[in-house]
């Protein structure tokens, strides 16, 4: 079985540009997640998808970053303008079903913004 | 806001020692679950104990649940140096909400 795939695995980019991630999860699950992980801590979840629906986006800082899963397959996470803050490791996962599923990750996109 | 905080932060062992991370959490929950995540790369999923259990074990790990105290803890045993790693706790509160992580336990194991 494929794993969750992310591209790219790297980008650097200078703040106010723009940047974006995709995501393929793993063939017939449902959710999918984005989460940033700063350096030293703990994934934080940006948007979950049910299918191609959004679940929960309390998170997202809708101002500058958006988030798509067409056809409720692969997803793409967009940020514009990027901000020094917005150096992290952007993690897509994906589970079965929705709620306290294992999840399952994909390698993340580290991204710098200078 | 992250529920679970991992205890201690940072371990480091001697290979084949013991290792021992804690997670306090703050509301109840429907399972707890521990992943691994090695630098540069995703978290892995290692066990996942339902809130009416209270201890699971998976080859060299073992995990225990006290939903009375709110707290979870992950024992490896006979540690390698592969296990070096982060180790967090993501707790799940039921009623389709997601899971939340803690802030990890960075553990090395010294060969």
Partial sequence: EAG????????????????????????????????????????????????????????????RFSAE?????????KIQPAKLEDSAVYL??????????????????RLLVL | SQQGEEDPQALSIQEGENATMNCS??????????????SGRGLVHL??????????????????LDTSKKSSSLLITASRAADTASYFCATDPGSARQLTFGSGTQLTVLP
């Fill in chain 1, 92 to 109: 897509c996962a994906s589970s079965l079903r929705r709620g306290g599923e294992t999840q399952y990750f994909g390698p993340g996109t």
């Fill in chain 1, 4 to 63: 969750v795939a992310q591209s790219p695995r790297y980008k650097i980019i200078e703040k106010r540009q723009s940047v974006a991630f995709w995501c393929n999860p793993i063939s017939g699950h449902a959710t999918l997640y984005w989460y940033q992980q700063i350096l030293g801590q703990g994934p934080k979840l940006l948007i979950q998808f049910q299918n191609n629906g959004v679940v929960d986006d309390s998170q997202l800082p809708k101002d």
């Fill in chain 1, 69 to 77: 899963r067409l056809k409720g397959v692969d997803s793409t996470l």
């Fill in chain 2, 47 to 64: 066990i996942l104990i339902r809130s009416n259990e209270r201890e699971k074990h998976s080859g060299r790990l073992r995990v225990t």
């Fill in chain 2, 25 to 38: 959490y703050k509301t109840s929950i429907n399972n707890l679950q521990w992943y691994r995540q090695n």
